[in-house]
């Protein structure tokens, strides 16, 4: 039994290391490990703070994203409507163009239409006349071939100009 229990001597001088690893303990390593405790605290402490400050810095650049994306959005719409507009004009403004000029081409195709029509009557009077008188001159050189026809048709004539 002497084996499992120690000796006085034994426990003073475990009990003096004990006591003087303490003091040793306090004087070196306490200050610093508690320092370096504060220090880590702080540390992580400053550390939340970052977080917080940047999950809040986050959400701010998050609105300000969403709230340019709502004004891109508007304004690509914007410029989308007029944009239509723009074209509606441009294709109403065409189309009355191409009206004016397709009306222009057929009121100059009926004046061409009208004159090449007074042409045409004109020249077909010329030939009625033409063959009138070749028609009036066979007769006339049929009819006047003897001097009694022609003297007949002379006074025919006189008689006519005292009448008028």
Known sequence: MELLTPGTGLII??????LLLVLLLARFAWKPILSSLKEREESIKNALETAEQARAEMARIQSD?????????????KILKEAREVSNR???EAQADAKKA???IIDDARAAIQIEKQAALKDVRVQVAMFSLQ??????????????????????F?????LN
């Open 13 to 18: 001088w475990q009990t003096f290391v004990f």
């Open 65 to 77: 994203n969403e709230k340019l994306f709502k004004e891109a959005r508007e304004e690509r719409d």
């Open 90 to 92: 441009m294709r109403d």
């Open 102 to 104: 397709a009306d222009k």
């Open 135 to 156: 028609i009036a001159e066979q007769l006339m050189k049929k009819n006047l071939s003897s001097d009694k026809a022609q003297k007949e048709l002379v006074d025919g």
């Open 158 to 162: 006189i008689k006519e100009l005292k």
